[in-house]
């Protein structure tokens, strides 16, 4: 799957994503490291990646905003959480692998995750 990190990604994410063979992009890496949210939203739609991010904005530009994307994943996470939180997301990842994840705000936190498609009830 290739994604787009946010700014507040941690590194260790990026590095857990890339060792289980992902495509992972940070925004710092094409110069969007002060973009705002809505940048880095069009940017990730326009290059067909789904953005991994912490910042629950997303969801207003999502639901609210109705912005045009190519899927979300909100990270709740805590340095405390991470482990549980990266292995939820690979179980995520394993359960939805080759699934084109675009209208889909997913949330992932220790233990599980939801899914929600734009325009779903």
């Given at each position: 799957?290739?994604?787009?990190?946010?700014?507040?990604?941690?590194?260790?994410?990026?590095?857990?994503?890339?060792?289980?063979?992902?495509e992972v992009q940070r925004a710092v890496d094409v110069g969007l490291e002060r973009a705002s949210d809505e940048q880095l939203l069009a940017y990730a739609h326009e290059e067909q990646r789904v953005l991994v991010t912490r910042d629950k904005g997303y969801g207003g530009?999502?639901?609210?905003?109705?912005?045009?994307?190519?899927?979300v994943?909100?990270?709740r996470v805590a340095p405390e959480t991470v482990e549980a939180v990266h292995q939820e997301l690979k179980?995520?990842?394993?359960?939805?692998?080759?699934?084109?994840?675009?209208?889909?705000?997913?949330?992932?936190?220790?233990?599980?995750?939801?899914?929600?498609?734009?325009?779903?009830?």
């Open positions: 799957m290739r994604f787009l990190s946010d700014q507040d990604v941690w590194q260790v994410t990026v590095n857990f994503l890339q060792a289980l063979g992902h530009l999502v639901f609210l905003a109705h912005r045009e994307h190519s899927g994943i909100l990270l179980r995520f990842l394993e359960e939805h692998e080759g699934e084109d994840l675009g209208g889909s705000f997913v949330v992932i936190e220790p233990g599980r995750h939801r899914i929600r498609r734009v325009g779903s009830p």
